[in-house]
């Protein structure tokens, strides 16, 4: 690879850089991002299918 090439593997550690020289601190990690970020939408997909799949079980009469 060329030297162009290399340097979009260095974007993020060259913000990084720019970030800390001009005094912005890296964001916090919360529990409460977590489960806003993680945890919720994996249960709220959760419920989602599991209506879906009831409703479309129930409409084409597939268990009998």
Avoid: N, Y
């Avoid at 979009?8 to 919360?30: K, Q």
């Avoid at 991002?33 to 997909?45: A, E, H, Q, R, Y």
């Amino acid at each position: 690879m060329t030297k162009e090439d290399d340097a979009w593997f260095h974007v993020d550690e060259e913000a990084s850089a720019i970030e800390r020289s001009a005094g912005i601190p890296e964001p916090r990690h919360s529990v409460r991002g977590f489960i806003l970020s993680i945890f919720l939408p994996v249960i709220l997909m959760g419920i989602f299918l599991l209506v879906f799949f009831w409703v479309i079980i129930f409409r084409f009469r597939l268990l009998g």
